[in-house]
């Protein structure tokens, strides 16, 4: 011993308060994947004691401080060591019928649970007879939250390591041994004395578990914290009511459900959480970024804060002040929303059963985007809005109108990020002074919302005219429960203009339910339901009922999902697509493969697309992503040529030429095997064929047709508009005749 300096635990709580500092790392020891180790080492103290052979367990050191009447001793390294000194002197005293005082000094900082789950072992009566660790945990004072504390585990599985090895001894004598025999010891050093700073410890103690980005951040918080003014709960003197340990107590179950009981994901999401909230408040106190001449002009100190967020970089505690992300009416805003039971309850977009489906774990998961954070945004700014009035149908309104909104608008950049929460806090400068805010009010009187999909603004407007039918803005339970379960539909999440008319005056509800139905039966949520995607029958039909040429552009002619979601909101494709919602849903099918056979209502080279898309099997053979292109060749038998391709596609194959004599003048010849075409240039069956060059064979001669009506073989062209009399050649006067008689 070094000037007397204590060097065994009795002497050290006897001489200082210990203190477990917030830079140190949970209690390790006692981890699972630690059981052989931690065994060996309770195996060896007690061996120690029992037979008086003395071990030493080297340095440990740390700084000691003086405050107020108690002098501290603060264990940078050598804190898994004393922890463990700590139990087992707490375990042989109880076991002895010691009563030992002291042992109220030994503290912990980590975590505000682990100290009380200490306090709690100092405290209640505890029968040790028994194995230590069920008998805790079976104990009526014992919080569940305990089990997402680390350090608190760690404790109860040394206890019970302890419990086990110590059957074989004298109980007796064991406490006695240990106390005054002094047969465990260690050098304690004093950092202050020896003039080493605390840059030491991160050197030294490197070999340790490394401290999580969330604990290295929520030490730096509450070092901010300290200053702040206690007029408010979670910074008051009331140590349950503060943010400490509420994080640590009553938000912990939040997070733990959510991490599935995963540490690494635990701490994560704690980090996830305070940073996407940083991101918030730093876009609300934005006022350097702006849209000017349509270019959005990114502050650069924001800039660095969203980037390193969004691409789950490191956080300099610097960027966090020069962005002012956690001044006291934020943090007060932010504990408030996670004391909430909405929040804590779970709040989902829509009704699909699963965690991905929750708003927060979508805001804190580690992948989330622009739009997650708005969506929880846009619920965090109501709940502090409104405080405690916020349990009734107005929340209701809102989150499903907001849902809705952002469901059904873009938000992938900064720039529309930036508009969006202006967006949101504008809105919810609506609420204070309004405390019988609805939001279906709001749009009924005319009020915009503005960034959001102007289409999308507009539908819930019509909605909420609907569901407040009447001179006195009473609610349409029919209407809105109708309303309701459409946008719920996983298809369709909250878009559903397409079962209504524009003019509020047309809507009834038994045609918007006979619609709806029919709608039930033709979309899943992948997109088109099998029945009807068997033979492209409902895209087929669909494109039969079209009776206006501005349809037939820009429109994808495919099952895909995303195509099917542009055409529910192309007010142009609209009526035809309600006269098939309207048709009695036990004729539906039937009805659908009459619309395939019927004749087009347009006239002319129109006619002939037109019946080309939907009487043929031509939609169910081309390749995804097509679209109808015009050209505008010279001298051709047909005044233009139009032709289905995918956008920018430049293989031959994804060419599908329509209203073209070429295709059934070609196909009738396969079919007679008068000539033969490449499998490359076929399309099944059908008088279709892929290109705009169709390359085919006669007498083992090889003729190329483009589809401006030009035919090549041998370096000799014939365009078929100019012919006049025999050429000579067989095939080329056979389809020359066929063009002649009309040949369709």
């Known amino acids: 011993m070094l000037n007397n300096t204590p060097n065994t635990f009795i002497e050290l709580i006897d001489k200082y308060k210990v203190e477990i500092p917030m830079i140190q790392r949970d209690y390790a020891q006692g981890r699972k994947d630690k059981e052989y180790l931690r065994k060996s080492f309770v195996k060896d103290l007690l061996e120690a004691i029992a037979?008086?052979?003395?071990?030493?367990?080297?340095?440990?050191?740390?700084?000691?401080?003086?405050?107020?009447?108690?002098?501290?001793?603060?264990?940078?390294?050598?804190?898994?060591?004393?922890?463990?000194?700590?139990?087992?002197?707490?375990?042989?005293?109880?076991?002895?019928?010691?009563?030992?005082?002291?042992?109220?000094?030994?503290?912990?900082?980590?975590?505000?649970?682990?100290?009380?789950?200490?306090?709690?072992?100092?405290?209640?009566?505890?029968?040790?007879?028994?194995?230590?660790?069920?008998?805790?945990?079976?104990?009526?004072?014992?919080?569940?939250?305990?089990?997402?504390?680390?350090?608190?585990?760690?404790?109860?599985?040394?206890?019970?390591?302890?419990?086990?090895?110590?059957?074989?001894?004298?109980?007796?004598?064991?406490?006695?041994?240990?106390?005054?025999?002094?047969?465990?010891?260690?050098?304690?050093?004093?950092?202050?004395?020896?003039?080493?700073?605390?840059?030491?410890?991160?050197?030294?103690?490197?070999?340790?578990?490394?401290?999580?980005?969330?604990?290295?951040?929520?030490?730096?918080?509450?070092?901010?914290?300290?200053?702040?003014?206690?007029?408010?709960?979670?910074?008051?003197?009331?140590?349950?009511?503060?943010?400490?340990?509420?994080?640590?107590?009553?938000?912990?179950?939040?997070?733990?459900?959510?991490?599935?009981?995963?540490?690494?994901k635990f701490d994560q999401f704690l980090m996830n959480f305070f940073n996407n909230m940083a991101l918030l408040f730093a876009k609300e106190n934005d006022t350097e970024s702006r849209v000017e001449n349509k270019k959005f002009n990114e502050s650069e100190k924001f800039k660095l804060l969203r980037e390193n967020i969004m691409n789950g970089n490191i956080v300099t505690f610097n960027q966090y002040k020069e962005n002012d992300c956690f001044l006291k009416t934020n943090l007060d805003s932010v504990f408030y929303v996670l004391d909430n039971p909405i929040i804590q309850g779970g709040i989902c977009g829509f009704p699909e059963k699963d965690k991905k489906n929750n708003i927060f774990y979508e805001f804190i998961k580690s992948e989330s985007s622009y739009t997650d954070k708005v969506r929880f945004y846009a619920i965090y700014k109501y709940i502090w809005a409104k405080k405690n009035d916020i349990g009734d149908y107005k929340f209701e309104h809102y989150c499903r109108v907001m849902r809705n909104l952002l469901e059904n608008s873009t938000i992938d950049s900064p720039a529309t990020f930036h508009r969006a929460i202006k967006s949101i806090n504008e809105l919810i400068k609506q609420l204070p002074d309004k405390i019988d805010f609805d939001i279906l009010k709001f749009l009924n009187n005319g009020n915009n919302i503005s960034f959001f999909n102007p289409n999308q603004v507009a539908e819930e407007r019509l909605k909420a005219n609907l569901i407040l039918l009447g001179n006195d803005n009473s609610i349409n339970e029919d209407w809105e429960n109708a309303i309701i379960i459409a946008e719920n539909h996983s298809f369709f999440r909250g878009q559903i203009s397409f079962l209504l008319h524009n003019d509020l005056e047309s809507n009834s509800l038994p045609e918007y339910n006979i619609m709806f139905k029919n709608a039930e039966m033709l979309f899943d949520k992948n997109g088109v339901t099998a029945p009807f995607s068997k033979n492209k029958l409902l895209l087929r039909a669909f494109v039969s009922r079209w009776n206006d040429w501005k349809q037939f552009w820009w429109v994808k002619f495919d099952n895909n999902k995303d195509t099917w979601k542009s055409i529910l909101i192309s007010e142009k494709h609209k009526y035809p697509l309600q006269v098939i919602l309207n048709i009695p849903h036990y004729e539906l099918n039937n009805t659908l493969e009459n619309f395939c056979e019927n004749e087009s209502s347009l006239s002319g080279i129109q006619k002939k697309v037109h019946e080309d898309l939907y009487k043929e099997e031509l939609l169910t053979k081309i390749v995804p992503g097509c679209l109808l292109h015009g050209w505008w060749p010279t001298n051709s038998l047909s005044k233009y040529t139009y032709i289905l391709y995918p956008y920018n596609a430049k293989a031959q194959k994804k060419f599908y030429v329509l209203a073209n004599k070429r295709n059934k003048i070609l196909h009738q010849l396969l079919r007679e095997k008068i000539i033969n075409i490449d499998n490359n240039n076929k399309l099944d069956d059908i008088p279709f064929f892929c290109g705009r060059s169709i390359k085919f064979r006669f007498a083992e001669t090889e003729y190329y047709w483009d589809e401006d009506d030009k035919i090549t073989c041998k370096n000799k062209h014939y365009h078929l508009p100019d012919l006049s009399e025999n050429t000579g050649d067989p095939i080329i006067d056979k389809i020359f005749a066929q063009c002649q008689l009309g040949t369709e």
Request: with cysteine; aromatic share 14%.
């Open 51 to 264: 037979f008086n052979n003395h071990i030493e367990l080297d340095f440990i050191y740390g700084p000691i401080r003086k405050e107020g009447d108690s002098i501290k001793f603060i264990p940078l390294d050598g804190q898994q060591r004393l922890t463990t000194l700590f139990l087992l002197h707490w375990y042989l005293a109880k076991r002895t019928g010691i009563t030992c005082d002291n042992l109220y000094k030994f503290t912990y900082k980590v975590r505000t649970s682990t100290q009380d789950f200490i306090d709690a072992l100092l405290n209640e009566s505890i029968d040790i007879s028994n194995n230590p660790k069920s008998v805790i945990l079976d104990a009526p004072w014992y919080y569940s939250m305990w089990n997402y504390d680390p350090s608190i585990q760690g404790m109860l599985n040394v206890l019970e390591t302890i419990h086990h090895e110590y059957k074989q001894y004298n109980e007796n004598q064991l406490w006695s041994q240990l106390t005054e025999n002094t047969p465990i010891t260690f050098n304690l050093l004093n950092m202050n004395k020896y003039k080493l700073s605390d840059e030491l410890y991160l050197k030294m103690n490197a070999r340790g578990l490394p401290l999580s980005d969330f604990e290295n951040f929520k030490a730096w918080l509450i070092g901010e914290t300290e200053v702040f003014d206690v007029d408010s709960e979670y910074f008051s003197t009331d140590h349950d009511k503060h943010w400490t340990t509420k994080i640590d107590k009553d938000w912990t179950d939040l997070f733990w459900k959510i991490s599935e009981g995963n540490n690494d």
